[in-house]
């Protein structure tokens, strides 16, 4: 008898993943933002207990071409992946690989330390890392007798 583990938040991450998709398809053209992301890169976020670590998959995409920005609390990453040019002589069978641009936002807690965010890019994985600020102490304040 085989024993098969059931890890039902998996289905509501999956479907979690494929809204974020097509709403990022169907955003208004109001939203200059939005409207750029022809695809969504997936994400992981990790919290250590230092930093938090974002690693997004972008296999294809050029270092060079991606964007890392943080304001009032917000990470932005953007960038764009370039399709591949074709020759007229090869018939195209079948087209999966999504080229064009990709925007994501994520917000971070009043603890990171903006200031000293870095990123790297290697093997079409991006890795994010944010450093936490060191936790302030609450202080035991003394009542006097008057």
Same mark, same amino acid.
């Given at each position: 008898?085989n024993?098969?583990r059931?890890?039902? /938040?998996s289905?509501? *991450? ?5 809204? +974020?998709?097509? &709403? &990022? =398809? $169907?955003m208004?053209? !109001?939203?200059? #933002? %939005? %409207?750029?992301?022809? /695809?969504l890169p997936?994400? *992981?976020?990790?919290e250590?207990? +230092? $930093?938090f670590?974002?690693?997004a +998959?972008? @296999? !294809? ?8 920005s943080m *304001? %009032?609390?917000?990470?932005?990453? &953007? !960038?764009q992946?370039?399709?591949?040019s =074709?020759s007229?002589d090869? !018939?195209?069978q $079948?087209?999966e690989r999504?080229?064009g =641009?990709?925007? $994501?936002?994520?917000s971070?807690? *009043?603890?990171t +330390?903006?200031e000293n ?9 991006? #890795?994010v890392?944010? @450093?936490k600020?060191? #936790?302030?102490?609450? =202080?035991r304040?003394e009542?006097? &007798?008057?």
């Amino acid at each position: 008898m085989n024993l098969t583990r059931f890890e039902p /938040w998996s289905i509501v *991450d999956m479907l979690n993943r494929d809204l +974020d998709r097509l &709403a &990022a =398809r $169907r955003m208004p053209a !109001g939203d200059s #933002e %939005a %409207a750029v992301s022809d /695809w969504l890169p997936a994400v *992981d976020v990790i919290e250590e207990k +230092d $930093r938090f670590v974002l690693r997004a +998959d972008l @296999p !294809g995409v050029d270092p060079a071409d991606i964007e890392v920005s943080m *304001d %009032a609390g917000v990470l932005s990453i &953007a !960038g764009q992946r370039l399709q591949e040019s =074709r020759s007229e002589d090869v !018939g195209l069978q $079948r087209m999966e690989r999504v080229s064009g =641009r990709f925007f $994501r936002r994520f917000s971070l807690p *009043d603890t990171t +330390d903006a200031e000293n965010i870095k990123a790297q890019c290697r093997n079409g994985i991006l #890795e994010v890392s944010i @450093p936490k600020l060191p #936790e302030i102490q609450a =202080r035991r304040i003394e009542v006097e &007798a008057a």
